[in-house]
Structure formats: structure tokens, C-alpha cells
């Protein structure tokens, strides 16, 4: 036996208007000194009309809202919100999942990272067991995404089930089921409860068949308390201020059509006195309770979350490989088709400087668009299942597997895209040069990924990353030396090239190329052709013949910004995890 206590539980929240010259703060209470126990082994049941603070006190009393303020106690001991996440699984309104995994993959998932035995056979009978109780073994190989809304609901209550928790808060387990899977949710919630656990729901309009499955019940309105009792107690509660509900009638409904109106002060005063007469109820302490100790959840070590996040990542995209592999499909058709353009150029021929220069800015910034582009999404299309399972791995696992998750089809492509260029265009040949072209361009890549990932993490809309995204794609586009001569820059503003990955793909392709070129021909005959005598004159016209070791110095520097960028990214994604730790 166990109890759980919640004392003086307020939320306010700060609401901002903000007209053209001035903004107004204005408080918000939502819970008004709210307070309550429950004990294990029993399903107790927040129930209040739309907007009486049900999910805010559901979220307050699991350790899951920033703006709250009161105590919280297991048996004698006061515990603090991250000792509640620890002990407790939380199922929210919304369902939120990686829609492109299959139930079982999910359970696995879950289980992986929730049960403290690493036996894959123990997962699979636990999940079996899961599945078969909430009624989902027809469809555990079905993808989330075809899954009705009912079956989504029992799957996000299979998800937390997994742990095994001591105590279980769901929010509205049975919007969207009919009235019969309601029952099922509500039976299997009523079975956990009696298996010596606590299971708290906030429940809107339970039929009276729910009803008289509920041990305790408590009555909001307007984010104050008006009752907190057994259903029994509830009946007496309103029959002493003259409020009989009619025979046949649904007690649930009756008690929130009374808390509408006036009398919600009036019956709050009420209660408080009622109360006060009644020693059984109200009292955490009044029975015994075991001095259990309650074990926190499992915390896992950093390559077990990494695994387990690389393998969903993994079947996700592989579910979802069209529009993974769209883009870089495109890019393929359209560097076949561009090679063609510059299939007969040579270095030995002094026409042709100006088009291999052009052929190197093509490559540079298609290569940083599409790797920079293709990223954007990774985290606005996840941040709600990352807000969601916060509590299950570390934002470091998290964002390391997604950076880790881009390599590999990053440096496929770019070995597939040199091959095609060096097949086709007669310049470019050599083992030798392929392999360092394909390392330049595949770090190249990897800074515009990495920018396009600290984007991602930064901003939780495609729309805002677009905005901010596009004006400092055209800065950097202007300092890798294409488009400006970057002598003529202000002195001031020299060092922001270094953060252009255009330019390292600029400068360093180029140094590549022309750096061994002694002889480029006769400058006899055309007068209206730039004249170089060798590849040092080509790079020197360009502005980018530094030494030597241009190369080596670019690709220092692209690990530089890629790191750089990478931690920009984590910050963002550490930000979310903070602003979201509600
Ligand atoms: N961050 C916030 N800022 C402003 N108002 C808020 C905020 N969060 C909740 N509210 C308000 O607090 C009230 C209670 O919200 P809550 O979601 O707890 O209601 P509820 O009883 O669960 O409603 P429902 O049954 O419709 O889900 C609502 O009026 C809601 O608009």
C-alpha cells in the first residue's frame, strides 16, 4: 500500500497582448489551490467540464508543469517533479508516435528503453501480453500511421504500460473509442490499479457505465476544487446541499452540469466544511501505508539510447525512402545532364579556365544547397514525439543519432555523384583525385548538414526556418569568392568567409584542381581571353592562391565549422527540451 498526496496546487501562467507600441502581462490562474490523495489500488478519476483545468492538474501533480507550485508527497516523504517522472508514466491527450514504425517496432522500442532487463525475449512476452490485453494483436505489424484513432489511444497506454509504472496519469484515455474499446481501457486502467499500483485519469463525460468503475473521483470547475471523494461520497456530498440527481439518470453528468454556474464558490465553501465533518476521507495519513520504497525508473547508458535511436531512425527512413532519396535523385539527373556541358574542357586549354571555375562554383553549391536543404525538416517533423519521450533518452543520444543518420546517405551520394563526374567529364581522371575531391565535397556536405541541422534544431517550423535561412544562404553565397572578389570586402568583414561552406567548397576545389597545372598553353592568338600561363595565375586571378597547404588549411576548418555548427545544433535542441519541460 502506497499513497500519493498533492497539496496547495496552484498554476498561473503569464498571458502576453501585445498591440502595435505595447505589450501587457496579465496572470492567469488556472489552479486555484487545488489539493488531493490517492492510494494504490485504486482508479481515480479528474473529471470537470471543457477548460476546468483537469489536464493542467493532471500535469502539475506528475511533475510535468513548469508553473506549478505546491507539494508533492509519496507516503511521508515530499518529492520533487523529476521523482515523480521517475516513478510514474504519463499517457497525454494527443497520440503522438514515429508513424512510419510498426506497433511491435514501437513496443520494442519503448521497451528497450523502459525496461531495466536488456532480455529482447522477456520485451517480446511482455509486449505479447500488452497486445493481447488492450486487443492490438491483430495489428502489430500494422504501421502506426494506418492504425484508427482508438487503436492509437490503446497503443500510447501500451507505450507507458511497458515500465511498468507505480503510478499512471492519463490524460482522457478514452476520447475517440466507442463505447465498447472504452470499457476495455477503462477495465484494463481498473486491473492495473488493483495490482497494487495508482492510476489517475482525467475523464470528460464518462457514460455511467465508466462511472462505477472509478474508486475516487475529483470534481473541478473554473481550476478550483469543488469535490474530492469515493463515489459514494460524492452522492451524499450533493444530496446535503439538496441536490438529488434523478433516478436513471448519469451521475458524471448530473455532478458537471451542477459545477456550471454561481454556486461553483458557493459549493467550493461547501465542500471545505463538509469535509472538515468527515475524518475518513481527505487524509493520506489515516490508514496505514507500507514504507515501500519506490525504484526509480531505469536510466540507460548513453550507446544503448544511441542504438536503440539509430535503429528507429533506420526503419524510418526506410519506410520513408522516396522522400528521403527524392532530393539527391533530382540532383543525380541534373549533374549527369550538367556534365555533359563540360564533358571536353582541359586544363591545357586557356579557354577554358573560366569554365572549369564555373563548374567548381556548380558543384560547390549544389552540393552545400541540397545537403543543407535536405536536413531542414529532421526536427521540426519531430519535436513533438521528442517533447513527448524527453524522459527517455538524453537530448545528446538523440541528436547525435540524427547527425549519424545523415552521413551515411551523405557520403553515398557524393561517392555516386564524383563517379558520374569523373566518368563523364575528361578533366577530372585519376584514382587519386577522386578520392580527394570526394572527401572535399563529402566535408563540404557535411558543414551545410550541419548548418541545416543547427537551423533544424534552432526553429520549430519549416516556415521560420525558411525566413531566417534564405537571407544568410545569399551572405554566404556572396563570401565564398564566386559571386565577389573577396580583396574588395571591408578588412572588418573578411573573417565571416570562414563561415561559409560555399567558400571552402569554392577554395578548396579550386586550389585542388589548378594547384598542379604548370602549363595551360599559348597565349598567342585571342586577345579578348585572360592570359595565365599556369594554374597559380588561374587561382591568383580568382583571388584564392594562398600557399601550398590551402587545401589542408580548408579541411581543418570544415571539421571546425561542422563542430561549431553540430553544438549550435544540440543548444537548440537542449532549448527545446527546457522551454518544453513542462
Ligand atoms: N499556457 C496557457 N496559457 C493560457 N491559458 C491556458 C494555458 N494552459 C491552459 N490554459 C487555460 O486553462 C484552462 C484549463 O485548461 P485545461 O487544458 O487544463 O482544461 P481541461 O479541463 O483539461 O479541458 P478539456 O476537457 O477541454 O481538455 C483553459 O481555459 C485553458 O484555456
Redesign the pocket.
Known sequence: MFSFTWQDINVT?F?KTKTFWKTTTRN?T?LDNVSGSSRSNSLFAIM?S???????LLRAISGRCRQKTGLLQVNDNFISDDDIRDISGYVP?QDIFVEHLTVLEHLEFMAALQRKTRSRKKHQSIIKQLLSELSLERQNCTLIKNLSGGEKRRLSLASELISNPFILFCD?PTTGLDSYNSVVVVEKLQTIALSGKIVII?I?QPSSQLFHYFNNITLLAEGKLVFQGTTEEAKSFFESMDLFYPENYNPADFYIRCLTGENVQEMCKMFIQWKTSQSTIYCSHCNHVDNILLDKQNKNNFFHELKWLMWRNYLSIKRNKWAHLGTYFVVLIELVMVSFFYSKISFTDRESAQNIEGFIAFIGSEFTFTNMYSVINVFPSEVEVFIREKTLYSSCAYFISKILSVIPLSLLSTMLYMTILFTIIKFLNGFYLWVQMTYLTFLVSMAASALGLAFSATFSTVDHIDLYLGPLEFLLLLLSGLMVKLDVIPVALRWLKYLSPFYYAFDSLSNLLWKDVTNIGNCAGNETIPCYSNGTEVLRNYGIYKSFNTVTYDILYLHLLATALCLIGFGGIVRKKILYNI
Open positions: 501562467v498571458e492567469k488556472i470537470g471543457s477548460g476546468s483545468g483537469k489536464t493542467t491527450q482522457e482525467t470528460h
